[in-house]
């Protein structure tokens, strides 16, 4: 089995991207090898890859946070994931959690970050491939996948300990993130994500072609709320969330 504590040398790749970003109205951004595919659950996910062959070598989505956000204002943080390439492991994929610990309102090189492993307890590898798991709530789950070793922490711990180390810190950005196509003899390792939830935010990378086909049947808006028929859906996503659905 693979250490993976060896993560702790590549994962600043990844966490020091985006000093400044333009969110799209949606709420998110890619960036790096990530892109918005069909096959997610249901519908469109978001492909994030990280390639050793292929620049940047890493490849995630960016959520905006509510200015003042602590992470103790977190009640739900968690998404379902499909990894289609490899396995999980060598600390991704993982939520991002960045850290104001500076107290200058803006990401700087100050900042830190507080890492979310996704997988099995207690390593965080083995996955089973091909299938979508979700995460559940991360910020209730038992187990010590909160990485806290940037802001005076352990490796392992838990969101409660996370939360009394950052206490009073903004929350700058949150980033789901896959980069360690390192520890895989094809040097890649490719994940769906979708669903992801933080707080309350539901973020499914639909748009309103997802709706033709009678593919408006399984979706929702950002509310948890169905349409009515495939005009509605189409309305819903063309109008960036404006337009609801029916609750």
Not at 40 to 45: L, Q
Not at 115 to 126: D, E
Not at 181 to 187: A, E, G, N, T, V
Request: glycine share 12%.
């Amino acid at each position: 089995m693979k250490v993976f504590k060896k993560a702790l040398i590549l994962l600043p790749l990844a966490s020091l991207i985006f000093a400044a970003e333009a969110f799209a109205a949606n709420g998110y951004t890619l960036f790096g090898d990530a892109q918005i595919v069909s096959g997610g659950n249901p519908s469109n996910a978001a492909q994030l890859r990280s390639d050793a062959t292929v620049a940047p070598g890493f490849g995630g989505v960016s959520f905006e946070v509510q200015d003042g956000t602590t992470l103790g204002d977190l009640a739900t943080l968690g998404t379902d994931f499909n990894v289609t390439d490899d396995d999980c492991g060598g600390g991704s994929p993982r939520f991002q959690v960045r850290i104001d610990m500076d107290n200058d309102g803006v990401i700087s090189a100050g900042d830190k970050n507080v890492f979310v492993y996704l997988g099995p307890s207690p390593n965080y590898v083995g996955c089973t491939p091909g299938t979508w798991v979700s995460s559940g709530n991360l910020v209730t789950d038992p187990d010590p996948r909160w990485d806290t070793g940037q802001v005076g922490g352990t490796f392992y711990d838990t969101y409660a300990n996370a939360v009394a180390l950052t206490a009073g810190l903004e929350v700058l950005r949150i980033n789901l993130v896959v980069d360690s196509s390192w520890m895989f003899l094809d040097s890649e390792q490719t994940v769906l994500v979708d669903n992801v939830n933080i707080n309350d935010k539901l973020y499914t990378f639909e748009n309103k072609e997802s709706c033709k086909k009678d593919g408006w049947q399984d979706l929702t808006d950002d509310e948890g709320n169905s349409f009515s028929n495939q005009g509605h859906c189409v309305s819903f996503f063309a109008s960036e969330g404006k337009a609801q659905g029916n609750p």
